[in-house]
T-cell receptor, first 111, second 113 residues
């Protein structure tokens, strides 16, 4: 059973702090990794995609991938109250291109 | 670039009634997905299309759910008859295929009473 696991939270951080969201996956053959943000009552919105080991930065967001340890993380610098949402991790597991979703981590940024 | 368009945004029906959802993907996206999402859960794949071919419908409850993607562009998802447990958000997404990310529409919130 291919799995993607996330801490459900809620993760609570003060405004301006760094929020760190983690995701582990079970299929070593996974090749592509995505972070989506989902506000309450809205649909998932792509934040970051990462395909190679290491860090990928986009504005206040940094995705970190470590295939050897089978985890991918998302760092949000200078967290804002508008970052309060559920963050979903999705992993493309295997040659059949099936995307496996985590249950999401709820983030609350407190003013 | 226009995003994925879904309609309707909300639908309330009585159990045993039929319902249909429509999706128009991003232009040029040959891969189209229908997902179901319950509160506090991640999206669950119902069906994936590559052009007009359904390449993964293993999670589609075929006794009551059906889908089509005529001409490889727009798609329709139908439930007949609806059950109380079908109340959820139905999401359509599209991508360029392969390892490309998915882009979601606004979803249809279905309530079955």
């Amino acid at each position: 059973q291919k799995e993607v696991e996330q801490n459900s939270g809620p993760l609570s951080v003060p405004e301006g702090a760094i929020a760190s969201l983690n995701c582990t996956y079970s299929d070593r053959g996974s090749q592509s990794f995505f972070w989506y943000r989902q506000y309450s009552g809205k649909s998932p919105e792509l934040i970051m995609s990462i395909y190679s080991n290491g860090d990928k930065e986009d504005g206040r967001f940094t995705a970190q991938l470590n295939k050897a340890s089978q985890y991918v993380s998302l760092l949000i610098r200078d967290s804002q109250p508008s970052d309060s949402a559920t963050y979903l991790c999705a992993v493309n597991a295997g040659n059949n291109r099936k995307l496996i979703w985590g249950l999401g981590t709820s983030l609350a940024v407190n003013p | 670039e226009a995003g994925v368009v879904q309609s309707p945004r909300y639908k309330i029906i009585e159990k045993k009634q039929p319902v249909a959802f429509w999706c128009n993907p991003i232009s040029g996206h040959n891969t189209l997905y229908w997902y179901l999402q319950n509160l506090g859960q991640g999206p669950e794949l119902l069906i994936r299309y590559e052009n007009e071919e359904a390449v993964d419908d293993s999670q589609l409850p075929k006794d009551r759910f059906s889908a089509e993607r005529l001409k490889g562009v727009d798609s329709t998802l139908k439930i007949q008859p609806a059950e109380l447990g079908d109340s959820a958000v139905y999401l359509c997404a599209s991508s360029l295929g392969g390892d490309s990310p998915l882009h979601f529409g606004n979803g249809t919130r279905l309530t079955v009473t």
